[in-house]
């Protein structure tokens, strides 16, 4: 097979993306957590939920090329509980929101018979912990009073190691870290994250939320190791379901959830360092 016109074929991207288009869209989003925060708590919180509706629609979209059923509304009405529970509630309400909407989610899903009804409920299960239980740790972490900081503190800390290791494999990535889950994810990439996150950890403990600059390495250290296996499951994921991308809703970065991913995983452990260390 030839070309046509004889014109040499498109050059293809190590990075594997629309580089400039990535970053664009990057900024886009990055700018609407940032306007959000800046004006009321609240206000975010409904940017939070958005996201995790969505997200939940992508992966129960996905589970279903599995023949996996998942109950949107009821899981729906448990995120908008537990994001907003936590907010104004704390941890306990979250726990109880958590278990309420499980126990409705089985009862909903009784209506489909019980043909793959453990296996649905099981995935249900897992849709709730995965995406608005550990989000509303980002509502925890809004709640206190120097909210805005720490909630900033931590995208800031997750995006580094996404950056950091980005770039760093770009650049350098030679040596594959888990070539059967992830292919281009490399040990030089994880080097580039764990340079940003200690970087930026240490940055922001000292210049936004006013405390040690060792927290912020152990902010950074533990960001990481969190984003990195939060990457790696959701590829995980995805390699089982057979799909690239949860979806093509942002250009340049697929799904909503393909961004997510070390949000998720990240935001409990930065909860936990800046709840006790703080």
Known sequence: MTLESGAPPAPTSRAGRDVPVSIAVAIV???????????????????VVAAILIGLWELARAFSTADIRVPLIPIGAGTIAMIVGAFYGGPDVLIGCLAASLLITMLWRMGGGQDGYVRDISASGFCLLYLPFLASFVSLLLAADDGVERVLTFIFVTIASDIGGFAAGVLFGRHPMAPVISPKKTWEGFAGSAVGCLAVGVACLVW????DWWIGLVLGAVAVVAATLGDLAESMIKRDLGIKDMSNLLPGHGGIMDRLDSLLATVSVAYVVLHFLV
């Open 29 to 47: 989003l990055i700018a609407l957590i940032v306007a959000s925060l800046a004006f009321v708590k609240d206000l975010f919180l409904i940017v």
């Open 208 to 211: 936004l939320i006013d405390d």
